[in-house]
């Protein structure tokens, strides 16, 4: 039963506003810096709080959309403030919770500059987040999608690197020039759909393969930009580059996750004869960005584009697990962006770590540094090995499960036949492995020989804190995936259901029962 049946209580608009009004406490009434930030912690621990009870009382059994809740905005053009969530986007909401608190913690001191304004970007960021999993309101949607922009934009540009002014325009231009195209696809559906702005009515809409095809483009593209896909994924190295570690973890572990969640809530169910169309392009673009940027992030120098294009790489999985169309690889690629974002975010967080002692990000600035952080050196290899995908690791179990998916696909659903995509993807693990391990060994391992290395110290509680829960859930996950399979599985069903029913099918049954019923009852 859902809680918010049992206790009339709004559950996901709780989740969605304590961290505004959190930031407003804090922008009227906290002066102190050290205040600031306690307040900051103490509201983003609140808002995780409030996000337990979404995995504790969720059905299981069911795909429809829980804790709903539903109130008219702008009633004019049938705009509804609408929420809810089903299998697929609740563990985005926790995940967003837990990650915002490890973000706050990670900018505990190395954050000395505006630190109001820097914790009030990150609870308003905290909003629009959640806000984006939980809108069953396309129009709400976008409203979310878009003022993400603001505080991100704030958080590369005024607390980023020296070339955070061109990163963050780029960022920007690339965002928005997608945003728009969803914008004008929204319009053209709630037009032709009957002025519905409802994401659930959408999905039941039988759409013809005209209005599937230009709206699917219209989607491809503004998706693509945030996944990132190749070729459009060159915003990302140098927004990861600028931004602060902070920046950098809630970018790889949530921000990216926005574009796949838009394949899996819009493309897959509301266009599925043009998904089917265009999954030989998808898959195509999923490969390249699996083996050519794996390939370019062997030739990286500094350590946060290394892991931004890794991250790119590892998403490649994620769209090809979600354009095969089987139960196995969307569940797969569901999984693999949750793990991606406890091991990408965690991956950034060790680069923080040691940026914020000597102030470098440049592989070869390091060496040895095993020697004089060996607790640092365990975690860094520990997640390491998790981003190669090794058995026992949460990546593994997503990365599998994409490619046992993949070979039971329709063949003719594949732009090359499942035998060459298993070729790819061993080819992408053994480069993973290549760069995330060259890397390690160039940072970590060898003898301390620079005295700027001599003088690192081991990381501090504060520091363990932070990773001490990515640690639990990378392993956790790996070793017993059950309980999140569980959450996914029948709204991943009806996922693939409604994907892999054609519309136009319907559609002309329809018409043709229609046209037997009426020479009957003539």
Known sequence: MELYNVLDFPILSLAIFLPTFGALIIWLFI???????????????????????????????????????????????????????????????????????????????????????????????????IGVFSALDVMLFYFFWEALLIPMYLMIGVWGGKNRVYATLKFFLYTLAGSVLMLVALLAMYFEAGHTFSMLDLMNYKFDFQWQ??????????????????????????????????????????????GAYGYLRFSLPMLP?????????????????????????????????????????????????????????????????????????????????????????????????????????VIMLLFSMANIALPGSSAFIGEIMVLIGTFAADPSALVISAKWIAIAATISVVLSACYTLWMYKRVIMGDAIKDSVKSMTDITFREFSLFAPLIILTIWVGFYPLPVLDLLHESVAHLVEQATTSKLDAATALIEHSTALNAVTH
């Open 31 to 129: 002066k102190n810096d050290n205040m600031v930030r306690w307040a900051a912690l103490l509201t983003s621990v609140a808002t995780f709080i409030v996000t337990l009870p979404l995995i504790f009382s969720f059905d299981k059994t069911t795909s429809h959309m829980q804790f709903e809740e539903f109130h008219p905005w702008i009633s004019a053009v049938n705009i509804n403030y609408h929420l809810g969530v089903d299998g697929i986007s609740m563990p985005f909401i926790v995940l967003t919770g837990l990650l915002i608190i490890i973000c706050i913690g990670s900018a505990w001191k190395c954050i000395q500059t505006r630190v109001k304004e820097y914790m009030i970007s990150f609870l308003i960021l905290e909003t629009t987040l």
């Open 213 to 258: 095809f230009w709206i699917f483009i219209a989607f491809f593209i503004a998706f693509a930009v945030k996944v990132p896909m190749w070729p459009v994924h060159t915003w990302l190295p140098d927004a990861h580059t600028e931004a602060p570690t902070a920046g950098s973890v809630i970018l790889a572990g949530i921000l990216l996750k926005m």
């Open 273 to 377: 004869d043009a998904s089917q169309y265009f999954a030989p392009m998808m898959i195509g673009l999923s490969l390249v960005a699996i083996v050519y940027i794996s390939l370019v992030a062997m030739m990286q120098r500094d350590m946060k584009r290394l892991i931004a294009y890794s991250s790119i790489a590892h998403m490649g999985f994620v769209t090809l697990g979600t354009f095969v169309f089987t139960q196995q690889a969307l569940e797969g690629a569901v999984i693999g962006m949750i793990s991606h974002g406890f091991i990408a975010a965690a991956l950034f967080l060790c680069v923080g770590v040691m940026y914020d002692r000597l102030h470098t990000r440049e592989i070869s600035d390091y060496g040895g540094v095993a020697n004089v952080m060996p607790v640092f050196a």
